[in-house]
């Protein structure tokens, strides 16, 4: 699995070189190169190449939220704790949105916050060989 990189390292207020970027966030030259392959902004017009700490941030926050979006399928992700969480009691409704998707609704078992998700209806029949998944009435 890749290392991950925090963006709290990053200074919004400040420029970056590479060279720079790369000891901040304690990864290869290599890692930062790919980054800017990967979409990151870079002011090209001067030399060294400059980039920018909110950019760097954005890019980085970016990343984590989608590298966070990779759940299995009895985790949730609960926007108080951040991460990929478990459902509360193993409990889940299931909300049928049209025949085949709908969304999930739990608590989280860490905080008790909402999380929801969406799912197809084949997801929820595997899902409840796991967890217990209450079906509501459609909306
Ligand atoms: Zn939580």
Avoid at 47 to 64: M, Q, S
Avoid at 75 to 102: E, N
Wanted: hydrophobic fraction near 35%; proline fraction near 4%.
């Amino acid at each position: 699995m890749a290392k991950r990189v925090t963006s709290r390292r990053v200074k919004i207020h400040r420029q970056y070189t590479y060279d720079q970027a790369a000891t901040a966030l304690e990864v290869s030259l290599q890692t930062v190169r790919g980054w800017r392959k990967e979409g990151l902004p870079v002011l090209t017009s001067k030399i060294p190449h400059l980039i920018i700490g909110a950019e760097l941030k954005a890019f980085l926050d970016r990343r984590t939220i989608k590298s966070k979006l990779t759940l299995s399928l009895e985790q949730f992700r609960c926007m108080r704790c951040g991460g990929p969480v478990a459902a509360y009691g193993g409990m889940v409704d299931y909300i049928p949105l049209t025949p085949t998707r709908g969304v999930l609704s739990t608590l989280c078992a860490t905080c008790e916050g909402a999380c929801t998700k969406f799912a197809s209806r084949a997801q929820v029949d595997d899902l409840s060989q796991i967890l217990s998944v209450t079906i509501c009435n459609s909306r």
